[in-house]
């Protein structure tokens, strides 16, 4: 496990008391507060229903019944729809079925051209096709791809066009043991180039990668770990009594 | 049954029947406005009864071919059930679900205006209403004998002869009741698998090294669903014979034959091409997409409008040929209305989808026929009254 501390810079995203509703009434996040810093990778872990996915919505752009006392990125008041905001982040969401017309290589011209990296590395692309062991699908329209390979166009175009800060939602269903493998390097040396944000219920995957994981429980972080502490059978412990009073 | 035919209802209806009610109030205020408005026109009951079951065959092969659908029948195949419950509680869901949403509503429009006799309401009601329920049973059987194509053309082609030669004579219903026990009869042997449309499973592989087009995109999207395409082939029908009504309306008054003032009417009435209108409505995680990729007031929006514009422009150049041909007076002034027009239409429904993406519907029909579709061509409806004036 690669663990990248060192490289970790001053703040990229900091959130403040985000609260998140679908139908006015429930909650779904409630004053959620977290820092992600520059360079670093982590983790949210939670039961379903935590808020986990809710969370990456709202970062994403998707949901606009939220409210937040300070969101600020790169040290500037920032709204999760502004051009700029989007401009640096990526979201692979756990399921997705858009642009079923386009092939792989289309669809990553598509992205490049919106995140204007037009001068998309072929060599990193390559790389990255070839360790998702995804050489025969690049032509094939996105339709006709298994779920696991469509899972995997949405991973390369994530690492390929390299936006500051990564949203990943559940990035590891769906994936065969190898190609697994090959993201959880992927996601530890992310932090080469930006902060990888992801959601998981797969243990593994977090204490693989993480700097740092938020447990979440209704909305709210219950306990953070960091560092050392980031260990597999005290996340464990803290879900096994989640909800229990 | 009942507790299947409820699980059915509940997918297409919501789950308290809440489509079904607006479906209905609906269809009653549109019937006592048009009736009220006393406008009124004489409609021959063979059409009556052609286009309620041309319609309702429609919209309930379309609701048993959606997508959505596959998915849920593919989660209710898992348990175990009894063939002919299923197969039964199915297509009674499907019918009640066509002739309550949506062929009551054209209905309730052509017998509001229809200029006939007090008594012969009823009776023409009731007539229409078997053929539209003749419709859904033929169409389900239609949908489940795939290879048995032919025999089921001929079948709909003898219940459309008997529509148009025989509505006045008494051995009408009775044809249309025997097709409707022979449907039951077939309906009650048949596979409740063959209801279950799966995947094609070809892997479709393209060549042209990664250059992206969403013009491409959207030509694909138009050619994998052959229904969208039927119903842009269906317009440009529609535009051949859209002059000969013109023609009409051109003998009863003179005064406006070698005018403008009927094309934008025309332009209006072809812009309502509902597929290519609900692109990012009907494909959620496309909007999802589009929503949050960066740049796509541009990227995907432009491409669209104008994919759409060409769709409009490709049936008005259509009309315009048809009209030149049968009244003449078309000029270059007709075929820049009519690109005017077009890109009009294309701006609108584009904006409405971007701004008002129809979001909460249970399965891709309610779409299609969603109130949301008419606002663009009303709008031009009105452009055109202010061309005309």
């Known amino acids: 496990m690669i663990r990248g501390r060192e490289q970790m810079g001053s703040s990229l995203l900091h959130i403040q008391d985000l609260s998140a509703w679908y139908d006015g009434e429930r909650k ?27 969370f990456i919505k709202v970062l994403s752009g998707l949901l606009d019944s939220f409210s937040t006392e300070r969101a600020v990125f790169h040290g500037r008041s920032v709204g999760f729809r502004d051009s700029a905001f989007k401009m640096d982040r990526y979201t692979v969401f756990a399921e997705d079925a858009s642009f079923q017309y386009f092939t792989f290589r289309e669809y990553l011209a598509y992205a490049a051209a919106a995140y204007r990296r037009k001068d998309l590395d072929r060599g990193v692309v390559d790389a990255l096709v070839r360790g998702f062991h995804f050489e025969d699908h690049t032509d094939v329209l996105l339709k006709d791809l298994s779920t696991g390979n469509r899972k995997k166009v949405f991973l390369i175009t994530a690492f ?29 040396g992310y ?53 229990d009073v | 049954m009942r507790r299947m035919f409820k699980i059915f209802t509940k997918k297409l209806f919501g789950v308290r029947y809440e489509g079904l009610k607006k479906a209905l109030v609906i269809d009653l205020i549109v019937f006592w406005g048009l009736h009220t408005a006393g ?26 071919a959606s997508e959505d659908n596959a998915a849920d029948l593919r989660n209710l195949f898992m348990l175990p059930f009894a063939e002919r419950t299923f197969v039964f509680s199915y297509v009674s869901a499907m019918g009640a679900y066509t002739l309550l949403t949506k062929t009551a509503g054209l209905l309730a429009v052509v017998f509001a205006v229809s200029a006939w006799s007090g008594g012969a309401d009823g009776f023409r009601l009731v007539c229409a209403v078997i053929c539209a329920v003749n419709a859904v049973l033929v169409t389900a059987c239609a949908f489940t004998a795939r290879k048995r194509r032919g025999i089921c053309m001929l079948w709909g082609g003898t219940v459309i002869a008997a529509v148009f030669w025989l509505w006045d004579r008494a051995v009408f219903v009775p044809i249309i009741l025997a097709s409707i026990l022979l449907a039951v009869l077939i ?56 002059p000969v009504f013109f023609r009409q309306i051109y003998a009863q008054d003179p005064a406006q034959a070698g005018g403008l003032s009927v ?29 949050f990729l960066p740049g796509q007031g541009k990227a995907f929006c432009v491409p669209y409008t104008l994919f759409i514009f060409l769709c409009n422009m490709s049936a008005d150049l259509i009309f315009l040929g048809s ?67």
Request: aromatic share 10%; with cysteine; glycine share 8%.
């Open chain 1, 28 to 54: 779904v996040l409630s004053d959620l507060s977290m820092e992600l810093r520059e360079h670093e990778v982590v983790g949210l872990i939670g039961l379903n229903g935590a808020g986990k996915t809710t």
């Open chain 1, 160 to 188: 390929a066009v390299r936006p500051g800060l990564l949203l990943l939602d559940e990035p590891v269903n769906g994936l065969d043991f190898q190609s697994t493998e090959f993201l959880y390097q992927q996601i530890a």
């Open chain 1, 191 to 243: 932090r080469a180039y930006g902060t990888v944000l992801f959601s998981s219920h797969i243990l593994e995957s977090i204490t693989m990668t993480c700097d740092r994981v938020h447990v979440l429980e209704e909305g709210s972080i219950r306990q953070t770990f960091e560092g050392d502490q980031i260990n597999a059978a005290k996340i464990r412990e803290v879900l096994r009594y989640e909800k």
């Open chain 2, 39 to 64: 406008y009124r026109v004489a409609v021959s009951p063979s059409i009556v009864y052609l286009m309620a079951s041309t319609f309702s065959a429609g919209v309930v092969w379309r609701a048993l």
């Open chain 2, 187 to 242: 309906l009650s042997r048949t596979n409740a698998y063959a209801f279950y449309r799966r995947e094609s499973g070809k892997v479709r592989h393209t060549g042209n090294g990664g250059r992206v087009s969403i013009g491409r995109y959207l030509l694909r999207y138009l050619a994998s669903h052959k229904n969208y395409m039927m119903n842009t082939v269906v317009l440009w029908g529609v535009a051949c014979v859209l």
């Open chain 2, 263 to 291: 094309l934008p009417v025309g332009f209006a009435i072809l812009s309502v091409n509902t597929p290519v209108g609900i692109l990012l409505s009907c494909d959620p995680a496309l909007e999802r997409a589009v929503r």
């Open chain 2, 323 to 389: 009209f030149g041909l049968q009244l003449g007076g078309v000029t270059a002034l007709s075929v820049l209305l009519a690109a005017a027009f077009s890109l009009f239409g294309a701006v609108g429904s584009v904006l409405m989808e971007w701004f008002f993406p129809i979001r909460g519907w249970k399965i891709e029909n309610d779409l299609w026929h969603h109130p949301r579709k008419y606002v663009v061509p009303a709008a031009m409806l009105l452009l055109a009254g202010v061309c005309t004036v």
